[in-house]
């Protein structure tokens, strides 16, 4: 509803309700265990389905924040109307077909610094997974 694209990411729960928070958390818990736990990802052959997983919300959560020009930054911290979501059980494809979807967000006049604080925490995880992965010198 706001011309982003803020395609990618997970639901969140059964619906088709996304929430910035949810995905962020994950993306960090994630990052986190392929860290401590590389090696059993490497030998049961994850390592190639948790970097992917790890890319797909990374990817979503760059998405999310917008610092176009001279305005204020803005996270957009949910898409969906979590009443409607959450009664469509149903692939994000055929939501994608009932229309657009309202999101939220918050800026410098609706302050989200817990939800900042979680998307700012999966990105820098994410570095250091890219790191570890040589994509980052």
């Not at 900042?116 to 994509?135: D, K, M, N, T």
Request: proline share 7%; glycine share 10%.
């Amino acid at each position: 509803d706001v011309g982003r694209d803020l395609s990618g990411g997970f639901q969140d729960g059964a619906g088709s309700f996304k929430s910035t928070s949810s995905i962020a958390y994950t993306a960090a818990m994630l990052a986190w265990a392929r860290l401590a736990y590389e090696r059993g990802f490497r030998t049961s052959c994850q390592l190639d389905r948790i970097d992917t997983t790890i890319d797909a919300a990374l990817d979503y959560l760059t998405r999310a924040f917008v610092a176009d020009g001279p305005s204020s930054p803005t996270l957009y911290v949910a898409v969906g109307d979590p009443q409607v979501e959450d009664a469509l059980w149903a692939p994000p494809e055929v939501r994608d077909r009932l229309g657009p979807r309202p999101s939220f967000r918050v800026d410098s006049d609706v302050p989200g610094p817990d939800v900042a604080g979680h998307v700012s925490a999966a990105l820098a995880a994410g570095s250091i997974v890219a790191r570890r992965r040589g994509e980052l010198a």
